[in-house]
Each structure stands twice: as structure tokens, then as C-alpha cells.
């Protein structure tokens, strides 16, 4: 069992930034690809960004140039530094990790952190 817990979200102005971060605890796992998802009301959950072990990135069109996913392998951490932060930033951001347990591949998913945008 792997438990993701999410960290840094909160309310902020247009303009402004955010950091989040999502560690992985557990036994026995390794970790491939992280990344940050995020929905807002009456919409589907869509990718922010993904970074794998090695660390590629791959971002979404709407955060390029602005958004920087991040990790520490050795923390099991990954990191969203949100800079420019717009009100259609606003969502719950969720961390998922693809995680490989005894050559098993699992996903695992944090219970998200709210992030609010103000205009």
C-alpha cells in the first residue's frame, strides 16, 4: 500500500504562485511516473503535468511556461511550482504516482489540494 499526501494548496491572486508538493510513504514500491492532475466544478479531471523517474516532463498546453513539475526521488516527492497563476487555474489538484510493487504496476492517487485563483 502506497499513501500520497498533498500539500500547498490555498487561495491567491491572479498573478501570483503557488507551490505544491505530493510525497509517496509505503514499503516495499518504486516509483515511475508522477504527475499532477486537476478538475474544476462540472468538469473532468485533466493532466497538469507528469514528470517520469528519469525526469521528462510533459505538460498541458494551458500551464507551459508557467507551471514547473519537480522531484525528489530520494524524498519521493514531486513538486508543482505554479507561477502566473490565473482564475482558470482554480480547481482541486489531485497527485497521482504509477508505482511498480513487487513488478506489479499500481496507481495511486493523493486526496487532493484545493487551489483557488482570485481575478
Known amino acids: 500500500q502506497v499513501q500520497l499526501v498533498e500539500s500547498g494548496g490555498g487561495l491567491v491572486q491572479a498573478g501570483g504562485s503557488l507551490r505544491l508538493s505530493c510525497a509517496a510513504s509505503g514499503r516495499g514500491f518504486s516509483i515511475n511516473t508522477m504527475g499532477w492532475y486537476r478538475q474544476a466544478p462540472g468538469k473532468q479531471r485533466e493532466l497538469v503535468a507528469d514528470i517520469t523517474d528519469d525526469g521528462s516532463t510533459n505538460y498541458a498546453d494551458s500551464v507551459k511556461g508557467r507551471f514547473t513539475i519537480s522531484r525528489d526521488n530520494a524524498k519521493n516527492t514531486v513538486y508543482l511550482q505554479m507561477n502566473s497563476l490565473k482564475p482558470e487555474d482554480t480547481a482541486v489538484y489531485y497527485c497521482?504516482?504509477?508505482?511498480?510493487?513487487?513488478?506489479?504496476?499500481?496507481?495511486?492517487w493523493g486526496q487532493g489540494t484545493q487551489v483557488t485563483v482570485s481575478s
Open positions: 497521482k504516482a504509477n508505482v511498480n510493487i513487487r513488478n506489479r504496476g499500481y496507481q495511486y
